[in-house]
């Protein structure tokens, strides 16, 4: 090997590094959101009585966001302007680095919502999504079914 070829293969090889290292960073700071909905049945003696669906947003990533909006995609329509069901989910919040932000959504009322579309289909829940401050929107797979038996 000539020292004209390892000069040119040394040179490959180090642009092909700084490259790879470049890309590592620049993901290394990107914001991640991981987003998860679930539709949970609350049973009572058999029956279920009362549906909740569950959008549960964590910042997977190492920097502060904010979350400025949570919706469903139902049957092709996104619903945004929804009310959510707990308190705790006071909207837009700040998420740090592992940290979860759950809202609730009663069932019932989001399908109310959704009847009073132009148009309503068939009602099926898609998916969820959150917003952040910078309109980045970050989408749940398809969602997980669940139930939980309550005695009384």
Same mark, same amino acid.
């Given at each position: 090997m000539?020292?004209?070829?390892? #000069?040119?293969?040394?040179?490959?090889? =180090?642009?092909?590094?700084s490259?790879?290292?470049?890309?590592? $960073?620049l993901? @290394?700071d990107?914001? @991640?959101?991981?987003v998860?909905?679930k539709?949970?049945g609350?049973?009572i003696g !058999? *029956?279920?009585?009362?549906?909740?669906i569950?959008?549960t947003?964590?910042?997977s990533g190492h920097?502060p966001?904010?979350?400025?909006?949570v919706?469903? *995609?139902?049957?092709? %329509?996104?619903l945004?302007?929804? @009310? /959510?069901?707990s308190e705790?989910a %006071?909207?837009?919040k700040?998420i740090?680095d !592992?940290e979860p932000i #759950?809202?609730?959504?009663d069932?019932? $009322?989001? $399908? @109310?919502v959704?009847r009073?579309?132009?148009? /309503?289909? *068939?009602f099926?829940?898609k998916?969820?999504?959150?917003?952040d401050?910078? =309109?980045t $929107?970050?989408?749940?797979g398809k /969602?997980e079914? !669940? #139930?939980?038996e309550?005695?009384?």
């Amino acid at each position: 090997m000539t020292l004209e070829s390892l #000069s040119l293969l040394l040179a490959v090889y =180090g642009a092909v590094l700084s490259t790879i290292l470049a890309i590592r $960073e620049l993901r @290394k700071d990107k914001r @991640k959101v991981s987003v998860t909905c679930k539709i949970w049945g609350i049973v009572i003696g !058999g *029956n279920v009585t009362w549906k909740l669906i569950k959008v549960t947003a964590v910042n997977s990533g190492h920097r502060p966001i904010v979350i400025e909006s949570v919706g469903l *995609n139902i049957s092709g %329509h996104k619903l945004i302007d929804l @009310k /959510p069901k707990s308190e705790s989910a %006071h909207l837009p919040k700040q998420i740090g680095d !592992g940290e979860p932000i #759950s809202i609730l959504f009663d069932y019932a $009322e989001v $399908e @109310k919502v959704f009847r009073k579309l132009e148009k /309503p289909s *068939n009602f099926a829940c898609k998916l969820a999504f959150v917003c952040d401050a910078e =309109g980045t $929107e970050y989408k749940s797979g398809k /969602p997980e079914f !669940g #139930s939980e038996e309550l005695t009384l």
